[in-house]
């Protein structure tokens, strides 16, 4: 099977566009393409209870990013800041890079 294109990249900023946690930004920590999902930093939280271990003495709560799915999220466009779809072109180096649909500019650089 092909990979997947996939719209967004680590280290990309993207907003959510569905769920709860809709109209929120963020950086893209990792992306999961076998599961269509995506880490983004400090976002949908989901807070984990833990007993004490040997490496985490305390125990007690942990906060972590749970994956969204990648279809809940947009890329924020660099150049003109809103939440975009893309669209892939191919450059005069004969590179592919994304550019926005909104205003047309190169995202990737
Ligand atoms: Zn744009």
């Known amino acids: 099977m092909a990979a997947r294109k996939l719209h ?11 769920g709860k946690e809709k109209g929120k ?7 999961l393409p076998e599961k269509e999902r995506v880490l983004v930093e400090n976002l949908n939280k989901i807070k984990r209870h ?3 271990t040997r490496t985490n003495a305390e125990g007690g709560i942990i906060e972590r990013e749970a994956p969204l799915a990648l279809s809940n999220v947009q890329l924020i466009c660099k150049a ?17 890079a994304r ?4 205003c047309n500019e190169i995202v990737d650089k």
């Open 25 to 31: 930004s963020g950086k893209v920590m990792r992306v």
């Open 99 to 102: 550019f926005c649909k909104k």
């Open 80 to 96: 003109c800041s809103k939440p975009t779809r893309t669209g892939i072109r191919v450059l005069e180096n004969g590179s592919k």
């Open 8 to 18: 967004v990249k680590k280290n990309d900023m993207v907003m959510i566009i569905a």
């Open 50 to 52: 833990t007993r004490a």
